[in-house]
């Protein structure tokens, strides 16, 4: 029996969310610099270049949203095999993720060959379609490898070892400086393809890093016992229906928010290059600051998942507590940045007074939405590590397209207040999804029913894929 006092144990329960999740949220933050890095080199390239990115960034991350969510069932799933002691079924089910993020890449592969031709469609303007399809086409080429990189990276985030995230993260910002640069500009012998320098440049690190993890997770003695590459599994039907089972809520969760976002900027495409260049800035810092409580939101995932695998229902419920506790104090952090710091943060993305104007003033709308955004990311985290994943789907689909985005568009381009009404959508959407999701933990943490070393809802390879069987 734990005689610890709750005190102190929430106190551990901070110091180890922290621990997990400072190496998530450098990793992330270096994710988000990827983007600042494509937008100072296309800034001052060209606002054309700048707005070509903005547009193929937002069709790129509207479909990949989708395998990146339904991926995310991979960490609560090893973690609450890890707390409930069952660590031979961890490679099992780790192979079958493979596979499914192998297919997952293919088919958005496939999403990002033929989506170019409805850019005329969505009323994208001319000037800047030719360069968002020559940057999706060079960028499609390393899908593939994100999505095996990501299970990869989920495989050693559900086993409470964050660190690869971190260092392969910036390890991939050190090849994409220089190669982006030089494929934008045409440097040292290379020829300048300007938007499609930046996407043939990520393609490249998003290979560099999956090839990189592997090699990590196959030569680490961290995951020897594990056995991870031991043998070959060949595609288990009923292991994969139980990953998209509970993957698939999660990654239209992940899509209804990331897509509220790009569509906006889908809309404010339809405004002109300084309308679009200016929102690109703008939801770049901001995706800089939420990279923190996503980083926080999947630690307490672990965390969670970890307690509820062990049977702890006051232990989930203190992993989630101290999630909102670290997230509350990051988001402070970042709100009085953007606040005071707004017109210096736009200047730095480019010389063009009349965008960074703009985009200084969307920086302000940015500041009023962090608690709500730190709420909603969090308490979704938390969701996931309990395993509740179709009821907050809803409850996210609701917030974000049946109240951000019909009033975003309704402000923005029907009483035409411009990008400062898209983002006022923004705010609605994100606050409603706070308070629902919220709301939502709560009680599911109450109901969860408590197993003793057996979750029947983790999917559990059959006898014969078991290693050691």
């Known amino acids: 029996m734990d005689t610890t006092a709750p005190a102190p144990r929430f106190s551990r329960e901070l110091r180890t969310s922290a621990t997990l999740a400072a190496p998530l949220v450098l990793g ?74 192998a ?69 991939g910002l050190v090849l994409l400086v220089p190669l982006g640069y030089a494929l934008t500009w045409g440097v040292w012998g290379l020829p300048e393809l300007g938007a499609a320098g930046l996407g043939y440049a990520s393609a490249v690190m998003m290979w560099a890093q999956a090839i990189a993890f592997a090699l990590y997770l196959g030569r680490s003695k961290r995951f020897a016992s594990l056995g991870l590459f031991a043998r070959f599994d060949p595609p288990h ?53 939420f990279m923190i409580p996503f980083g926080l939101a999947e630690a307490t995932t672990v965390r969670v998942g970890h307690a509820l695998g062990r049977g702890d229902r006051d232990g989930l419920r203190r992993a989630a507590f101290a999630g909102y506790t670290l ?28 965008v960074a104007a703009l985009a200084g003033t969307l920086l302000l709308y940015a500041a009023a939405f962090q608690f709500p955004d730190g709420v909603q990311v969090l308490s ?14 809803l409850l996210a689909a609701f917030a974000y397209w049946g109240v951000g ?27 409603t999804a706070a308070v629902l999701l919220s709301t939502r933990f709560l009680r599911s943490s109450r109901r969860v029913p408590m197993h003793d070393g057996e979750n029947p809802a983790t999917p559990r390879p059959n006898a014969a894929m078991t290693d050691g069987a």
């Not at 469609?121 to 899908?143: E, K, Q, S």
């Not at 569509?263 to 404010?268: D, M, R």
């Open 327 to 354: 997230m509350f104090a990051t988001q402070a952090l970042s709100g009085v940045l953007l606040l005071f710091g707004h017109q210096q943060l736009a200047s730095l993305y480019t010389a063009d007074a009349t």
């Open 28 to 101: 992330h933050l270096s994710t988000g610099l990827i983007g600042f890095v494509d937008s100072v080199i296309a800034g001052h390239h060209g606002t054309r270049t700048l707005a070509a990115v903005a547009v193929g960034t937002a069709l790129f991350w509207l479909p990949m949203m989708m395998p990146m969510g339904t991926l995310m069932a991979l960490p609560p799933a090893v973690s609450q095999l890890d707390g409930a002691g069952r660590r031979a079924e961890i490679a099992p089910l780790f192979r079958q993720a493979m596979w499914l993020a």
């Open 405 to 431: 985005m019909p009033l975003g568009a309704g402000l923005g381009l029907g009483l035409g207040w411009g990008p400062q009404g898209m983002w006022m959508g923004l705010i609605v959407g994100l606050t």
């Open 103 to 171: 297919m997952l890449g293919i088919v958005l592969f496939a999403f990002l060959s033929v989506v170019t031709l409805a850019l005329e469609p969505m009323g994208i303007a001319p000037d800047i379609r030719p360069g968002a399809i020559a940057f999706l086409h060079g960028l499609r080429w390393g899908v593939p490898a994100l999505t095996l990189y990501l299970c990869m990276r989920y495989l050693s985030d559900g086993l409470h070892w964050t660190l690869p995230t971190m260092v392969l993260g910036f390890g």
């Open 237 to 289: 039907v009923p292991v994969l229906r139980d990953l998209l089972r509970t993957g698939l809520p999660i990654g239209v969760t992940v899509l209804m928010e990331g897509g509220l976002f790009i569509a906006t900027a889908l809309l404010i495409g339809r405004l002109g290059g300084v309308q679009v260049a200016a929102h690109q800035i703008a939801i770049n810092v901001s995706s800089l600051c």
């Open 380 to 393: 979704a985290g938390a969701l996931r590590g309990l395993r509740d994943t179709r009821r907050p789907m």
